[in-house]
């Protein structure tokens, strides 16, 4: 099992971008899928993005394609959450989270078996 710390989060302006960093524990983060998600206050948590184990493959939601980019250096066991052009709607707290799926392109928050304690993202209009 693997553990998982966010951080990078912090307040921004409409139109900015911050780089969240995943940072895991544990020798088998290679083997582990990664994803993004994020809770805004009174809502459900939200699929953002995940990558397969490899790093060869990604996938998005749909309002975060063209504007966030996931990636991973399996030999620093980090995952990363580029996000550029980011508007107020974004503001939520933003977990990572990481599945044994490693070959799928997991997006419901069952398919993940751990998760970080979350980094809070603010954007001002």
């Known amino acids: 099992q693997v553990q998982l710390v966010e951080s990078g989060g912090g307040l921004v302006q409409a139109g900015g971008s911050l780089r969240l960093s995943c940072a895991a524990s544990?020798?088998?983060?290679?083997?582990?899928?990664m994803g993004w998600f994020r809770q805004a206050p009174g809502k459900g948590r939200e699929f953002v993005a995940t990558?397969?184990?490899?790093?060869?493959?990604?996938s998005y939601v749909a309002s975060a394609k063209g504007r966030f980019t996931i990636s991973r250096d399996n030999a620093k066991n980090t995952a990363y959450l580029q996000m550029n052009n980011l508007t107020p709607e974004d503001t939520a707290v933003y977990y990572c989270?990481?599945?044994?799926?490693?070959?799928?392109?997991?997006?419901?928050?069952?398919?993940?078996?751990?998760w970080g304690q979350g980094t809070q993202v603010t954007v001002s209009s």
């Open positions: 544990g020798r088998t983060f290679s083997t582990y899928a």
């Open positions: 990558i397969t184990a490899s790093g060869h493959s990604t």
């Open positions: 989270a990481a599945s044994p799926k490693g070959t799928y392109f997991n997006t419901s928050p069952s398919d993940f078996s751990a």
